[in-house]
Each structure stands twice: as C-alpha cells, then as structure tokens.
C-alpha cells in the first residue's frame, strides 16, 4: 500500500496527457480536413504559416505539461513521486489555458481569419500580471507607512481578542 497515491497520480497524469493530446490531434486533423482539402481553393500560404503557428502552440506547452507530469522513479525501479498535480493552477493552469485558446484559435479560424486575434489574449494577460508584479514591487517601501490612532487600535483589540483565547458557553441540564 506504499506510494499508493503516487501511482494514483501517475495514473491521472497519464489519462489527462491523453485527453490532451486526443484534443490536439482532433484540431489538427479537422483543420487540415476543412480548411487544406474541402477549402483548397481559399487555402494560401498564410494558412499554412499559422498551421505552424498553432502545431507551436500546442507542441511547447504540451511538452512543458509532459515534463511536468514525469513520475520520478528511484534507481531500482520504485516508484518515488507520481507526478505534477495537473489539476493545480499556477504554470499548469497557464498552460492549459494556452492550450485552450490555441485550440480554439485553430479551430475559429477555419471560419473567419479574425480569430486569430483571440491570441492577443495570451501577451495580453502576461503583462496584467507582470504589472501587478511590478506594482507590488514599486510600493513596497509604502507598506510600512504611519498607522493612525483608530486602525492601532482597532488592530490591538483584535490581538487582544485572539489570544484570549475562545469561551464555549455550554447549557447545563
């Protein structure tokens, strides 16, 4: 019964890798079938460029998401650690969601060629937290500012409070 949740987690890992790369070969093969063979004749080197685009799309956060999802195994054979849990946010989650709009990017623009402008969406939400990143550090030297005199003590009744500890009041019979 040892490392039984690593082998869970192994497990997972293995299934969701698999759902994945199910969903990305699927909008692959109906975007070469719509757009490359039943569409041929407004098919243009444009489209193929973005075929490449997309495949890049997919490849490097897949390949990040793999790398991830390893399990670490010791030298003779036992299973240590079942993996990254890939059902956590963070990089995991940006990288799904990179993989989310590529497939959706892929897949609008076999209608319309302004879908492609659904990819803003990615640089765009990087700078939003690199901003709130570099708002964090500039007004890190204000955080220790003057404390009036009602937040003092409003804040000192609170540690009082909390370290009085809590009365249970109980109803004798």
């Not at 109906?30 to 407004?42: A, K, P, T």
């Not at 399990?71 to 989310?100: I, Q, R």
Request: hydrophobic fraction near 40%; charge should be positive.
């Amino acid at each position: 019964m040892a490392n039984q949740g690593a082998k869970k987690r192994k497990d997972e890992n293995a299934r969701h890798m698999a759902k994945l790369r199910l969903i990305m070969i699927c909008c692959n093969i109906l975007y070469v079938i719509v757009r490359v063979i039943i569409s041929h004749s407004s098919h243009t080197w444009k489209h193929w460029i973005g075929l490449l685009v997309t495949s890049l799309g997919y490849a490097i956060p897949y390949k990040l998401l793999d790398q991830m999802a390893k399990p670490s195994v010791s030298d003779d054979g036992e299973l240590l650690d079942g993996g990254f849990d890939m059902s956590t946010g963070g990089m995991c989650g940006y990288l799904h969601d990179v993989l989310y709009i590529t497939c959706f990017v892929q897949l609008g623009s076999i209608i319309s060629g302004k879908f492609w402008y659904a990819y803003l969406v990615i640089p765009a939400f990087g700078a939003y937290k690199a901003s709130g990143l570099i708002k964090g550090l500039l007004s890190h030297g204000s955080e220790g500012g003057v404390e009036d005199e009602k937040t003092r003590k409003k804040r000192e009744k609170m540690e009082r409070k909390a370290s009085r500890g809590q009365v249970v009041k109980t109803r004798s019979r």
